[in-house]
């Protein structure tokens, strides 16, 4: 097992906290240090509509520079295609020369987007859930469990600064664990794109087109291959794959366990080691950042074909129908 980091030293955030951004991860962290007793500066861009939310929940709010001068550790709470451009320009001339940075997913450290100078420590705290959940949880007196690392240890005591930081946003009551931003980063692409998101998608997609073509109602489909999809993993979420098994039919689960492999084949794991492969030598990484500075053309084209797929009409329209007698019937039926 790995080490469980719970209680840092709160106290080690002495100076001002500049937390950059106010949006899913900006606004949890920005409240939960602030009831923690650390001091925090909320940055934003002028004319940031976030800015009066913050301002509403008794926050300072300064522009990017004012809250990074003086300050003791500056978290980059951006979304991470801007980061590089907001770093270089409004964080990186304004540091002062022991502040720390800290971010909540490695992408633009690891890859050699943002490299902050030797004398600064360069901390993740990765908190495993959507903001929401940080301060929600963490006002209920819980928390989210967190990951936390070192990219750049110029005090000798970045580590105790990343888990005192992580103790104050409340992660230290689910626990820390220790990472790097190497595995942080390629374990995180690699679950996004071959199995939550990439992956899932695909594959119900393609099951709902399999039936479709063969003849099936859209309707029948959907439900079969898509709708019903919460209704497991929610299973497997409260007890794993054997909870969920007791939980079907034995007709389903012999249907599983005897064709679920012949579906994610060799072939699909080789296709898995390659995104891996993609993910840990750079390509994707080179691929997304052009992309971006492109300005997102096969992301914008990808995005308008997703949105015209026969499937989001189906699901929309049972969604309009049914409501919720549908899902709970669904439910009903996984079940039996
Ligand atoms: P977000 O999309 O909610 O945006 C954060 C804020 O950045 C916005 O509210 C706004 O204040 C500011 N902003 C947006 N566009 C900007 C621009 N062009 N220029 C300047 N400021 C701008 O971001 P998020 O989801 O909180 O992600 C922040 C970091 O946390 C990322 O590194 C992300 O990978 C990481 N993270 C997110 C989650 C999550 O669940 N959302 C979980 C773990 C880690
Ligand atoms: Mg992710």
Not at 110 to 123: A, M, N, T
Request: net charge negative; charged share 20%.
């Amino acid at each position: 097992m790995a080490t469980v980091y719970r209680e840092g030293n709160v106290e080690l955030l002495s100076g001002k906290v500049a937390v950059l951004g106010y949006g899913s991860q900006g606004h949890a962290h920005a409240l939960n240090l602030r009831d923690s007793g650390v001091e925090v500066e909320v940055g934003l861009r002028e004319g940031s509509s976030s800015w009066a939310a913050a301002e509403d929940a008794g926050l300072t709010v300064r522009t990017f520079p004012e809250a990074v001068r003086g300050a003791q550790l500056v978290a980059i709470l951006l979304p991470d295609h801007v980061q590089k451009g907001v770093y270089e320009r409004d964080v990186a001339p304004n540091l002062g020369p022991d502040a720390a940075v800290l971010f909540a997913h490695g992408f633009n450290v690891h890859f050699e987007q943002i490299q902050p100078e030797p004398g600064h420590d360069v901390i993740m705290v990765a908190p495993k859930g959507p903001g929401h959940r940080v301060r929600q949880l963490f006002e209920a007196g819980a928390g989210t469990p967190g990951l936390v690392a070192v990219a750049q240890d110029a005090s000798g005591g970045a580590f105790d600064l990343a888990v005192a930081y992580g103790t104050a946003i409340g992660c230290g009551r689910a626990g820390m664990i220790a990472t790097t931003f190497a595995e942080e980063t390629e374990s995180d692409l690699f679950g996004e794109q071959a199995v939550l998101c990439g992956g899932v998608c695909a594959l119900m997609q393609a099951g709902f087109e399999t039936l479709v073509d063969a003849g099936y109602a859209p309707e029948i489909a959907y439900y079969e291959c898509i709708n019903e999809m919460k209704l497991i993993v929610d299973l497997i979420y409260e007890g794993g794959f054997g909870h969920m098994r007791d939980s079907i039919s034995d007709v389903a689960e012999y249907g599983d366990l005897t064709r679920g492999q012949v579906v994610i084949d060799e072939h699909v794991r080789t296709t898995m080691r390659q995104l891996l492969e993609d993910i840990r030598n750079g390509s994707f990484a080179r691929e997304l950042i052009a992309e971006e500075e492109a300005g997102r053309p096969r992301m914008t084209a990808l995005r308008r074909m997703a949105a015209r797929h026969p499937v989001e009409a189906v699901g929309s329209e049972l969604r309009e129908l049914a409501g919720r007698e549908g899902l709970l019937g669904a439910e009903a039926h996984v079940r039996s």
